[in-house]
Nanobody, 114 residues
């Protein structure tokens, strides 16, 4: 069974940066498309950024210009570079990889202090 493993969350001050990483537990599988989502306390899960297999990206308005989704095809890894972080970015961030079906990671917590 393929699992999605995320890493890179943590505590950062406002204005700082973090990079989240996501990978399938078995690299032999090809990723069709991918995305990052987040869920703040008491809020519903929301889309942060997505990337198609062809490389087209889509971002939530709240993160445009600050966050960048990217992938390393050779290592089958997906990244979310987060710059100029704000306290409102505090949330659990989830990675979704479509490997035939949508697979979700367990989430990694990002806390931005003011």
């Amino acid at each position: 069974q393929v699992r999605v493993v995320e890493s890179g969350g943590g505590l950062v001050q406002a204005g700082g940066s973090l990079t989240l990483s996501c990978a399938a537990s078995r690299s032999a599988f090809s990723i069709d498309d991918m995305g990052w989502y987040r869920q703040g306390s008491g809020k519903e899960r929301e889309l942060v950024a997505t990337m198609t297999n062809g490389g087209s990206t889509n971002y939530a308005d709240s993160v445009k210009g600050r966050f960048t989704i990217s992938r390393d095809n050779a290592k089958n890894r997906v990244f979310l570079q987060m710059n100029s972080l704000k306290p409102d970015d505090t949330a659990v961030y989830y990675c979704r990889l479509r490997i035939g079906v949508d697979l979700w990671g367990q989430g990694t917590k990002v806390t931005v202090s003011s």
